[in-house]
C-alpha cells in the first residue's frame, strides 16, 4: 500500500511524521503555528544542502574542475564548495517561487493568510538559511555573513506563524541574480578573469540584479509596506519596525551593491581594453 508521500514502504511516512511530531510542541509554544507541518522539509533540505557542500561537490569538483584540486587550502575548497550550495539553492528555488505567485488564499490576506504549498517551498529556504548559518559559524569569516544567514533564518522562520506568507515566495525572486554572481566568482577562480564569458555574465548579473532586486523588489517592498502600515494596531510596535527598518536598509544595501557591481564590470572591460591594446 502507498502511503501519502508516495512511499510504499512507509518509511518516508514514518520519518517524516516523526520530525513533525518532535517539532510541534516547540513550535506551538513559540507561536510558529504551520512550522510542523513543514519541519520534515525544513530538516531535509539542510540536510541536502549540507550533503551537497561536504560529499557531491568536492567529488563532482574535483572529478571536472582543475581549479579546484589547485587550490592551495582546505578553507579555499570549502569556500568553492559553499558556492557550490549557493548556486544550486538559487536554481532549485527560482522557478518553486514563481509558481507559488498566483496564490489566492495568500493574495487575499497578504498580512497572516496561508497556503500549504507557499509553505513547502519556504521550508526549503529555510532549511537552506539554518544550513548557511550553520555554515557561516562553524567556518567562520566575517560577521556579515552570520548576521545574514541567521536574519534571514528568523524572517523566513516567522513565515510559518503564519506572517506576511504572501512576500516569502516574491522576495525569493531576488535569487535571480545569485546564479550570475557565483558564475563570476567560478570563472575567477578558473582564471578567467576579464574573459569575454565573465563580461557577459557581468550583464547579465546587472541585468537580473537591477530588474529583480532594484525594480521588482521596489514594487513589491512598497507594497510590504502599505501591508505594514494596515495591519500596525495588530502588531507590536517592536515587530512593525523591525520589519519596517529591515526592509528599508535591505533595498539600501541592494544600491550598494548595485554600485559595487557596476564598479567591477567596469574594472572587467578596462581591464580587457588594455590586454588588446598591448
Known amino acids: 500500500m502507498v ?20 517539532a510541534a510542541p516547540i513550535a506551538d509554544t513559540l507561536g510558529f503555528k504551520k512550522l510542523a507541518d513543514h519541519f520534515d522539509v525544513v530538516v531535509l533540505s539542510a540536510l541536502f544542502f549540507w550533503s551537497v557542500q561536504c560529499l557531491w561537490s568536492p567529488f563532482v569538483s574535483r572529478a571536472f574542475f582543475k581549479s579546484y584540486t589547485r587550490l592551495p587550502t582546505s578553507k579555499a575548497r570549502n569556500n568553492w564548495n559553499v558556492h557550490v550550495v549557493s548556486l544550486l539553492h538559487s536554481i532549485v528555488i527560482i522557478p518553486l517561487a514563481i509558481r507559488c505567485l498566483d496564490s489566492n488564499a495568500l493574495d487575499e490576506d497578504r498580512a497572516f493568510g496561508w497556503d500549504d504549498h507557499v509553505g513547502s517551498v519556504l521550508a526549503i529556504s529555510l532549511g537552506y538559511f539554518a544550513w548557511d548559518t550553520i555554515e557561516s559559524i562553524y567556518h567562520f569569516s566575517g560577521v556579515g555573513f ?8 528568523v524572517i523566513y522562520s516567522l513565515s510559518f506563524k503564519p506572517f506576511v506568507a504572501y512576500y516569502g515566495p516574491r522576495f525569493l525572486l531576488w535569487e535571480l541574480s545569485t546564479p550570475f554572481l557565483n558564475i563570476n ?5 578558473m582564471d578567467m578573469s576579464g574573459s569575454l564569458i565573465q563580461v557577459v555574465n557581468g550583464a547579465l548579473l546587472l541585468l537580473s540584479f537591477a530588474g529583480a532586486r532594484l525594480f521588482y523588489g521596489t514594487i513589491m517592498s512598497i507594497a510590504f509596506y502599505h501591508t505594514l502600515i494596515d495591519i500596525k494596531d495588530q502588531l507590536l510596535l517592536s515587530t512593525f519596525l523591525v520589519y519596517f527598518i529591515g526592509n528599508t536598509v535591505l533595498n539600501g544595501l541592494n544600491w550598494f551593491w548595485f554600485s559595487k557591481m557596476i564598479a567591477m564590470v567596469r574594472k572587467r572591460i578596462a ?6 591594446k598591448d
Open 3 to 22: 502511503d501519502e508521500y508516495g512511499d510504499p514502504y512507509g518509511s518516508a511516512s514514518f520519518l517524516r511524521a516523526s520530525l513533525r511530531s518532535a
Open 146 to 153: 552570520v548576521a545574514h544567514g541567521f536574519a534571514c533564518f
Open 185 to 189: 566568482w567560478f570563472l575567477d577562480k
Open 271 to 276: 581591464g580587457r581594453g588594455k590586454e588588446r
